[in-house]
């Protein structure tokens, strides 16, 4: 085939497919200027976030009221303010009574030490509604703060991210908002005996934290015998008891009461404040009143600490209702 009979045959082609050919052409060009139009393009993404500083991480469908959302957050702003500047007798000022004396003693030194284990140097913060729960009458409001470093001043330079934090707690009074942190929540009167001929069990108060309840109890002896209301040689010997379980206490040193001595006892329990169960009662389950005890130590033989245990006078249980009506 020569070059004459070649150029008649595309000829022939090109007549016989032009209008295909053209629109090939045009859908081409289209595709090649969309992709460069696209590639050209500056897309901005959209930032999407779920923070909202005020709505519960416990449950999402509690919130702090609108009215109390910035008054809150003022005074945590002074509150960090204060303790950044190491002001920290006014930082302590701003908690409430009832925090100050039974979370740090009345000790604005302690409460310093508190502050700079969570802020060494001035930090920034971010806030975060944790739990609102129902006490009584009052709803409170339990606030985790944040604390990282100020980026600005100490720069990124062989930095990691790293934070601490702590819960404060807001509460709605007649005079204003309270306050209070280190994770104490709240103090109750409890007010509640349970007694017979043996022993009297007075539970006094209580003091609530974030992850513990601590219970202050005076246990009196009537009797001329030494009365173990806990020496470990018996299990759940002093439990709090929950709507479906018991929690044995985090401090299990002995109670042993002799002839009538009355005695002053912290007893703590593991208890986080927003997990839905009520504190009910104190369970004493298994109280001796002793003839003779000769303590549990490793010198004594376990034959002798049964045998006195079989001969106690008296075994009962005794159980006391902190129950908040």
Known sequence: M???????????????YKRILIIILIIWAIIFFINIMLKNRNIEPEATT???PHTSVIDSGASTPSSLEQPIEDLISEYVGYCNEGNYQKAFNMLSEEC???????DVEEFMQHVLVRM?????YSIQDYSNIKYGNTRLYIYEIKYTDDLLATGLTNSTYTYTSE????YDTDTGLEMSAGDFIYYEDVKAISENEYLKIDVVSKIVNYSIESYEVTFTNRSNYTIVIADGQETDEAVLVLPNETRNRTDLSEIVLSPQETATITLTFPKFVDDGDISQSLLFSSIRVMEKYSGTGDEIPQETIQSE??????KFSMTVNVENN
């Not at 100050?100 to 009345?106: E, H, I, L, T």
């Not at 245990?309 to 008296?314: E, L, P, T, V, Y």
């Open 100 to 106: 100050r004396k039974y979370g740090f003693n009345d």
């Open 50 to 52: 779920t923070y909202d």
């Open 167 to 170: 819960k404060l707690t807001f």
């Open 309 to 314: 245990i079989d001969n106690a006078i008296a």
């Open 120 to 124: 060494p140097t001035p930090k920034e």
């Open 2 to 16: 020569n070059f004459t009979e070649v150029r008649l045959k595309i000829r022939h082609f090109l007549r016989k």
